[in-house]
């Protein structure tokens, strides 16, 4: 029997409050997976991805509730039998009575969402969003703003990679180590899309995931031509994003007093080595789940 807490209701209230669904972007899907209204909830999980492991570890916990960066299903399903990985994933949790929630990009838009906390960490000041939504410029894709005193490439890149939980992939620099960088521009996760937009290209220096060989050479040699220089520091997009659970679920515990709210310990960065690398680092508890 699940222990007396926190109504669904009210949780859904209270992440609705803190990251309203109609900021998400329309293709996304985000908001209340799995769970009645009438459930009880006294231990919520925040994780970035629904894995058997951290499906596993909120069991472990007891927490009755999961709330996921990525959504479990994002993409149009056809069955959820057992046999397919989401549906032994949605099996699992109602076979446990654990509610699944999902705060996506209307978190990444959000004012002290996945980028502005990012920003924060790295010692941004005076950040604005890269790509302000429409009808608000407080929100919006990515963050971008100064140091408070200029850095060079180098000390840049192991400020980053001293904030972030270590992966097979590491911290990735396209530039110069001497490069000077004041300006930052940040988005964390798959950032290629506005890897051309005028805020990011005007700053010394663009952080984000998943980037491809041509758009990065192109964007570096084009700044070469105008007579600037312009670097790129490709993190983990599970690195990157990590960042924000703690933030998040202090924010919800804030707003629900009483409400267990812990941080995932799993790392669900899909890749798991490479050559002469160590093999361990992925999908390894680093020292328990954090209570916030």
């Not at 429409?134 to 005193?149: E, F």
């Not at 600037?228 to 690195?239: K, L, N, P, Q």
């Not at 703690?246 to 919800?252: N, P």
């Not at 629900?256 to 669900?268: A, D, H, M, Y």
Request: charged share 15%.
């Amino acid at each position: 029997m699940t222990a007396p807490g926190i109504s669904l209701n009210d949780l859904t209230t209270a992440m609705q409050s803190l990251w309203p669904t109609h900021n998400a972007a329309d293709w996304d899907k985000v908001g209340l997976v799995l769970g009645a209204g009438d459930m009880q909830i006294s231990r919520v999980l925040f994780v970035v991805d629904v894995t058997p492991a951290t499906v596993a570890e909120a069991i472990e916990m007891n927490c009755q509730a999961i709330v996921a960066h990525h959504p479990l299903l994002l993409r149009g399903v056809h069955d959820l039998a057992e046999s397919t990985a989401k549906g032994a994933h949605v099996a699992e949790l109602i076979r446990a009575g654990i509610v699944l929630y999902s705060a996506h990009t209307n978190a990444d838009v959000a004012q002290d969402g996945v980028a502005a906390v990012f920003a924060e960490k790295i010692g941004l000041l005076g950040c604005e969003p890269i790509e302000p939504s429409l009808g608000d410029s407080s929100l919006g894709i990515g963050r971008v703003g100064d140091l408070a005193s200029p850095v060079t490439l180098g000390d840049m890149a192991n400020r980053v990679a001293s904030v972030l939980p270590e992966t097979v992939t590491g911290v990735r620099v396209a530039g110069e180590s001497s490069q000077p960088v004041t300006r930052v521009a940040v988005c964390p996760g798959a950032g290629d899309s506005v890897l051309n937009n005028e805020r990011v290209i005007s700053a010394d220096v663009y952080i984000t995931a998943d980037l491809r060989h041509h758009p990065v050479r192109d964007a570096i040699d084009e700044a070469a031509a105008s007579g600037r220089t312009f670097a790129v520091i490709e993190v983990s997009h599970w690195a990157g994003e990590s960042l924000w659970l703690e933030s998040a679920a202090h924010a919800l515990a804030t707003k629900l007093p009483g409400l267990n709210c812990l941080v995932s310990s799993i790392n669900t960065d899909p890749w798991l080595f490479s050559a002469g690398s160590n093999p361990s680092l992925n999908q390894q508890p680093n020292s328990g789940a954090k209570q916030l």
